[in-house]
């Protein structure tokens, strides 16, 4: 570091400086310059992390990865079981269905984190400077969040496959039929994560605070459950085919019915009949998710304005 003195115009020769000017290193920066691909990368990249509490204190850590221990452990006694009795107690797809409801908390506690801290610190202009563009922001957390629920259903199903795999006693058939199994589970463990995290994001960005947002989500799921309850119950059979529409849960169960109706078929015969509306079911599901994505880069772009 240097002090530099400098004399203003026109005075006396032996007169004491009238200001210093400090020299405190910054340079130029003259490293590679990224492209907006590379910072959607990076916002992607550090959400997911959030999402788990890595990089984080320990506090973080305790819920994402207790919910992790849980969905792994189930996996592993599933796997257990099988191997002990030579029969399959719960399908992959089922493994999604039985899981949602640790998802519902998951989402509740991981979406404020993500989104509620930037909205409320008013930094979001920082973010939008380029080459960050305002709809970036939402849809990186938004693929990061569905990344998150993703893992939390599709690893568990990956051990219940590697088990199935190496117990197996048809030999490379057996491999490939348990590989075949495990492909509808994967993307029904998808379409839980996108419609799931969509919702949470939304209900997160709206309510700002991360107390009311987390109570907000878990009102949005459980709640509409017993209007699913009692639509089921009337006496009309289309009202009860699509009463799963009115809940994010079986709405889920519905598309999953009509796009994985063999790895879901237990479900089918167990109570959820959607009859010939699966193709209802499946465009409410689009729509849904449009329509978070939608709300999500409206809500952004008010927010870029404050």
Wanted: hydrophobic share 55%; aromatic share 10%; net charge positive.
């Amino acid at each position: 570091m240097s002090t530099l003195e400098q004399t203003p115009i026109g005075a006396p020769g032996g007169a004491a400086p009238a200001g210093v000017i400090h020299d405190i290193g910054y340079q130029r920066y003259t490293g590679p310059r990224l492209s907006r691909r590379h910072v959607v990368g990076a916002l992607y990249g550090h959400s997911l992390r959030t999402a788990f509490g890595l990089g984080r204190s320990a506090k973080a850590k305790i819920f994402p990865w207790f919910i992790v221990g849980v969905v792994v452990v189930v996996a592993a006694a599933l796997v257990a079981i099988r191997a002990q009795i030579g029969q399959v107690v719960l399908g992959y797809a089922q493994f999604a269905d039985t899981m949602s409801w640790l998802v519902i908390f998951f989402v509740a506690v991981v979406a404020p984190e993500l989104v509620s801290r930037d909205l409320g610190s008013g930094v979001l202009p920082l973010y939008f400077s380029r080459p960050l563009r305002i709809a970036d922001y939402p849809l990186a957390k938004f693929a990061a969040l569905a990344t998150a629920v993703f893992l939390l259903l599709g690893a568990p199903q990956v051990v219940m496959f590697l088990g199935g795999a190496f117990t197996t006693d048809a030999g490379w058939s057996g491999v490939w039929n348990e590989f075949t199994d495990l492909l509808p589970g994967l993307g029904y463990a998808l379409l839980w994560a996108v419609v799931f995290g969509g919702i949470g994001l939304v209900v997160a960005a709206i309510t700002g605070k991360r107390a009311f947002a987390a109570g907000g989500i878990v009102a949005v799921f459980l709640m509409t459950t017993p209007i699913v309850g009692v639509l089921s119950v009337l006496p009309s059979t289309t009202a009860n085919q699509l009463a799963g529409l009115a809940a994010p849960s079986s709405l889920v169960q519905g598309t999953g019915i009509w796009l994985f109706r063999d790895a879901l078929v237990t479900n089918q015969e167990g109570g959820m009949g959607i009859g010939d509306f699966g193709p209802v079911y499946a465009l409410v599901t689009v729509g849904l998710i449009a329509g978070c994505t939608a709300v999500l880069l409206a809500r952004y772009r008010k927010a870029a304005r404050q």
